[in-house]
């Protein structure tokens, strides 16, 4: 089992700049990959990043790229996400979670760290 703790949310003008951290414990070598998603009120969760193995692989999603930077830190077991150029549209409650093969789900998930842009 692997348990995840997101930290780093909270509220920014548009334009700025936030760091997610998600801090893994407990079976962390199984953890084939670890994504970002994020849920804003009515609408459904969306993937953000993700990151594989070593760190060599990464995934964003377009309304992300180039602005998002999904990183690896697996001595810490910590999973960073560098949000750039914010949006009002980014605000959302971001989820990371564990993805222990690549035959498996996403099958373990943090608490969610809340993330607001003020226009």
């Known amino acids: 089992q692997v348990q995840l703790v997101e930290s780093g949310g909270g509220l920014v003008q548009a334009g700025g700049s936030l760091r997610l951290s998600c801090l893994a414990s407990g079976r962390t070598s199984s953890m084939y990959a670890v994504g970002w998603f994020r849920q804003a009120p009515g609408k459904e969760r969306e993937f953000v990043a993700c990151?594989?193995?070593?760190?060599?692989?990464?995934v964003y999603a377009r309304s992300v790229k180039g602005r998002f930077t999904i990183s690896r830190d697996n001595a810490k077991n910590t999973v960073y996400l560098q949000m750039n150029s914010l949006k009002s549209e980014d605000t959302a409650v971001y989820y990371c979670?564990?993805?222990?093969?690549?035959?498996?789900?996403?099958?373990?998930w943090g608490q969610g760290t809340q993330v607001t842009v003020s226009s």
């Open positions: 979670a564990v993805q222990p093969s690549a035959n498996s789900q996403y099958d373990y």
């Open positions: 990151i594989r193995g070593s760190g060599g692989f990464t």
